[in-house]
């Protein structure tokens, strides 16, 4: 079952930080400076800047529940200004700011669920865009916007000389 609350009303929200956290701590450095939680995690704190990317990127929180378990979330985002910058044309938006499903329940279309979801909640909004920004290096992300539907719409930091690279990929719904 999904269900959907605003940012500041969420009850799964403990849950969420400790899970961000976790999957901050496996992440590879080159995505977790996709976040600029690295940047923010040195001068805060993992913990802190967990809370502040919560706080500063959600609106809405998307949470997938089953028998009474959080298996996975997204966190949404409307009209992300350094977002429209890139992309104006798929303004306004409703940006997929983060999604996380726990490890062992991956696999199992969760994600994909979500992702429907979303997409329910932006026609609703009365917004025909949806948005989702990776890295190139968070090769699992790329992956599962491209098997979604979602169309890489640009593509910026390249003259990084890592491999990470700011992706953007956009829907219309």
Same mark, same amino acid.
Request: aromatic share 8%; net charge negative; hydrophobic share 35%.
């Given at each position: 079952?999904? &269900? /959907?609350?605003?940012?500041?009303? #969420?009850?799964?929200?403990?849950? %969420?930080? !400790?899970?961000?956290?976790?999957? #901050?701590?496996?992440?590879?450095?080159?995505?977790? !400076?996709?976040?600029?939680?690295? %940047?923010?995690? *040195?001068?805060?704190?993992?913990?802190?800047?967990?809370?502040?990317?919560?706080?500063?990127?959600?609106?809405? +929180?998307?949470?997938?529940?089953?028998?009474?378990?959080? !298996?996975? @979330?997204?966190?949404?985002? &409307? #009209?992300?200004?350094?977002?429209?910058?890139?992309?104006?044309?798929?303004?306004?938006?409703?940006?997929?700011?983060?999604?996380? +499903?726990?490890?062992?329940?991956?696999?199992?279309?969760?994600?994909? &669920?979500?992702?429907?979801?979303?997409? !329910?909640?932006?026609?609703? $909004?009365?917004?025909?865009?949806? +948005?989702?920004?990776?890295?190139?290096?968070? /090769?699992?992300?790329? &992956? @599962?916007?491209? #098997?979604?539907?979602?169309? $890489?719409?640009? $593509?910026?930091?390249?003259? /990084?000389?890592?491999?990470? *690279?700011?992706? %953007? @990929?956009?829907? $219309?719904?």
């Amino acid at each position: 079952m999904i &269900k /959907r609350f605003p940012s500041s009303e #969420n009850p799964h929200r403990e849950e %969420i930080l !400790k899970l961000m956290e976790r999957n #901050n701590e496996e992440t590879t450095p080159s995505i977790r !400076k996709m976040t600029n939680m690295w %940047i923010v995690e *040195k001068e805060l704190g993992l913990e802190d800047a967990v809370q502040k990317f919560y706080e500063e990127r959600t609106d809405e +929180v998307l949470v997938y529940n089953e028998e009474g378990l959080m !298996k996975g @979330f997204f966190l949404l985002e &409307k #009209n992300d200004e350094g977002i429209k910058e890139h992309v104006p044309q798929h303004w306004p938006h409703i940006e997929i700011s983060l999604g996380i +499903v726990r490890e062992e329940y991956r696999g199992e279309g969760i994600a994909e &669920k979500l992702l429907t979801e979303t997409e !329910k909640h932006v026609k609703e $909004k009365d917004i025909e865009n949806l +948005v989702w920004v990776t890295s190139t290096a968070n /090769r699992a992300s790329k &992956k @599962f916007a491209e #098997n979604n539907s979602l169309e $890489k719409v640009e $593509k910026f930091n390249e003259d /990084r000389e890592d491999e990470e *690279k700011t992706v %953007i @990929f956009a829907k $219309k719904v």
